[in-house]
């Protein structure tokens, strides 16, 4: 009986530190989604700027010649 009550508080205690480690990756895969999500927020942002440029120029160059060069 005493074997199976220490064996219980074993368990118990590798129990906790299961729980601080998944505790400890759960907070890593968060600074880890939120740095990800920087990320894809700089390039949609940097897509973005590229798409409005090429509009612009796609735009400019729809023009006939002869206004281009008048300016």
């Known amino acids: ?3 199976l009550e ?11 530190a299961l729980k601080e480690q998944l ?3 759960a ?13 894809a927020d700089k390039a949609i942002a940097a897509f973005a ?3 409005d440029r ?3 120029l796609a735009a400019e160059q729809a023009r006939p010649w002869w206004k281009r060069l008048a300016g």
Do not use: C, P, V
Request: a negative charge; charged letters at 30%; aromatic letters at 0%.
């Open 1 to 3: 009986m005493t074997a």
């Open 54 to 56: 090429l509009d612009a």
């Open 23 to 25: 505790a400890g990756a």
């Open 49 to 51: 700027s590229l798409a």
């Open 27 to 39: 907070a890593d895969l968060a600074a880890d989604l939120a740095a990800e999500r920087d990320r």
């Open 6 to 16: 220490s064996h219980i508080k074993t368990l118990q205690g590798d129990n906790e």
